[in-house]
């Protein structure tokens, strides 16, 4: 079992790092935590793009649920950011819902749990949202935090962290 985080920007190359990382494993599931978004034509790409650079084997399983961690195997992550973005959809996080920063914190809670206590090897991709400029709107500022501070909790019970920039790996630990 080991817990390997790959952070990096926006098309940084952190995805491709990831995947080589597990090049020649064998059977992989590729947990997809982004839903497919109707008519939008360059999201579809993006998506088809990653799907054309896996192997056949690895299989695809699309959630948002942090208890898809605990499955055995070896799995990988892809990414933390669509789903710290969906888990704020789904408590009600971006319209301000009543009771939904409670919420968001135990399904935050839950992710880090999962993590530290799965029984698979896996590799978790998370976009660096710290390096940038403090976003105009309160709702992306939740973001940033709440994204900035499950990375955190990620890469501090990681066996492995990795920073991509331009294409280049860098293991910080």
């Not at 301000?96 to 991709?125: F, I, K, S």
């Not at 660096?128 to 501090?156: C, H, I, K, M, W």
Request: proline share 6%.
């Amino acid at each position: 079992m080991s817990r390997v985080l790959v952070l990096g920007g926006s098309r940084s190359g952190k995805s491709a790092h990831a995947e080589a990382l597990l090049a020649g494993t064998g059977a992989v599931t590729y947990l997809a935590t982004s839903p497919p978004v109707p008519d939008d034509t360059e999201w579809a790409e993006r998506v088809a793009a990653h799907r054309a650079r896996r192997p056949a084997g690895w299989t695809t399983v699309e959630t948002t649920a942090p208890s898809d961690l605990l499955r055995p195997g070896t799995l990988l992550v892809d990414s933390i950011t669509t789903w710290v973005a969906a888990l704020m959809d789904e408590t009600g996080a971006w319209t301000d819902d009543p009771g939904a920063p409670g919420r968001l914190a135990a399904r935050c809670d839950a992710l880090v749990q999962a993590w530290t206590t799965t029984p698979a090897h896996v590799v978790a991709v998370s976009d660096e949202v710290g390096l940038g400029v403090v976003p105009e709107t309160r709702s992306g500022r939740l973001f940033r935090d709440t994204l900035g501070a499950v990375n955190q909790r990620l890469a501090g019970t990681a066996d492995e962290v990795w920073f991509v920039v331009a294409g280049l790996p860098q293991r910080l630990r």
